[in-house]
């Protein structure tokens, strides 16, 4: 009984590393089997949604804000794993498991709340994509919006022919953004002493928060909260052993993918404090974080910051309409067909794109709202994973409950602090 217990809690940061290198060899053979769903979940951690937080954060406060990220990225492991285990323990998506336990006021509730959030994630996603385009190509705006929405199309179309044909798709896309940002983080000379130092220490004020709370929506997301439970299901058994080691291998991968998140959302910050904050330029929009590169950095680094945009546009919207999918099918039942579904999520981005308004503003803000979601995907599953009926063994062992409410605890904290600065005029 001790084994099974320990069996089924859920690792914070990290599985149990192997002891024996023979072990070690075949355990990592194993895991190639399951690798695919966490890195298509990372996607929404390295998001469009990113750029805009982690460079306004960079240009504006320097290194200061880096522990946002590292401890944006320990929450992140930690929801995406219960997550795994809701999906692998049950055979049932999260936003499935609300419509069958919760009443019908309550889903519509929640149904609303992922709404939005999906809407706010595709608003940063799909900005990211035209922006990628028209910065690397000079394509017009609306032309780089219709290139963006028929390349979404095609990638979620290639689901026909099975989910691995996504996934190494998207982790293709994710090597780029990762090659990309890792290679400008370290030519840009940055003062890693500073970087080690306010990534440990966390320092706030009332200037920082808004960002600070964007930063959090930014890397912690609702959605994928959601669709991860479902992405796990392709290569679950009904055998409980077979489970037992799926969700062991769905740590491994859920930690190397989340910490490759976290790396190049670090990388963003680290380079835009040196780069941008260094040189006393104040940086208010993506384009002009483009423009500003090239004289200071060189064509390559503009054109690798270009590249991993367009990338990380493509690759996200895709995750966005794929989560758009398991949101709509499960609290409520509702079956809306993809490409209907893929243009209302086009219209926000469009309007904004049409209003002249600044994407990099509206992606700060979009971001701050995914914040205000996120205990509305972490509370059920919170609830959900800790019933015995529903979880068996899988339950939530103590530790993991305290861990996870305490989380759900900062994020309301951060956003009620928020709302104060905004309503006494001090954010």
């Excluded at 519509?108 to 595709?122: E, L, N, Q, Y």
């Excluded at 945009?309 to 999918?325: D, K, Q, R, W, Y």
Aim: charged residues 10%; contains cysteine.
């Amino acid at each position: 009984m001790r084994e099974e217990q320990v069996l089924s809690n859920v690792s914070v940061l990290a599985p149990a590393i192997p002891g024996e290198a023979g072990e070690t060899k075949e355990k990592a053979k194993g895991l190639l089997k399951y690798l695919g769903p966490a890195f298509v979940v990372s996607v929404a951690y390295m998001d469009p949604g990113n750029f805009g937080t982690n460079i306004s954060g960079g240009s504006q406060f320097a290194y200061d804000l880096l522990w946002v990220i590292l401890w944006s990225n320990i929450m992140a492991i930690f929801v995406q794993t219960l997550s795994a285990k809701l999906g692998i323990a049950t055979g049932v998506n999260l936003p499935e498991h609300c419509g069958r336990i919760f009443s019908r006021p309550v889903n519509w509730v929640f149904w609303s709340i992922a709404t939005v959030a999906a809407m706010a994630t595709d608003l940063a996603e799909f900005l990211g994509g035209v922006l990628g385009f028209n910065l690397l190509f000079g394509i017009p705006l609306m032309w780089s919006a219709a290139l963006t929405g028929v390349i979404t199309f095609v990638i979620c179309y290639m689901q026909k022919y099975g989910q691995q044909i996504v996934e190494r798709i998207i982790t293709v896309l994710v090597a780029v953004i990762s090659i990309a940002y890792v290679w400008e983080m370290f030519i840009s000379n940055p003062d890693w002493s500073a970087v080690v130092y306010h990534t440990a220490v966390p320092m706030l004020n009332s200037n920082s928060i808004l960002v600070a709370v964007g930063m959090l929506g930014a890397t912690v997301m609702p959605h994928v909260i959601y669709l991860h439970s479902q992405l796990v299901q392709p290569r679950r058994t009904e055998s409980l052993e077979d489970c037992k080691h799926h969700f062991k291998m769905a740590k491994w991968e859920v930690f190397i993918a989340m910490n490759i998140a976290f790396v190049i959302n670090a990388a963003m910050v680290v380079v835009s404090a040196a780069v941008f904050n260094g040189n006393g330029i104040d940086v208010d929009g993506i384009e002009k974080a483009y423009m500003t590169l090239q004289p200071l950095m060189g064509n390559m680094a503009a054109g690798a910051f270009g590249l991993a945009l367009l990338a990380s546009g493509l690759s996200s919207s895709t995750v966005g309409t794929m989560s758009g999918e398991v949101i709509l099918k499960g609290f409520l039942g509702f079956d809306i067909p993809l490409t209907i579904r893929r243009l209302v999520t086009m219209v926000p981005a469009l309007a904004i794109l049409m209003s002249g308004m600044d994407p990099m503003e509206a992606l700060v803000y979009s971001q701050v709202m995914l914040s205000f979601a996120l205990p509305a995907a972490i509370i059920p599953l919170m609830v959900l994973t800790n019933k015995a009926d529903i979880m068996g063994r899988f339950k939530n062992s103590r530790l993991t409950n305290w861990f996870g409410w305490g989380i759900v605890g900062i994020i309301v904290a951060l956003n009620v602090v928020l709302l104060y600065l905004t309503f006494t005029g001090q954010a």
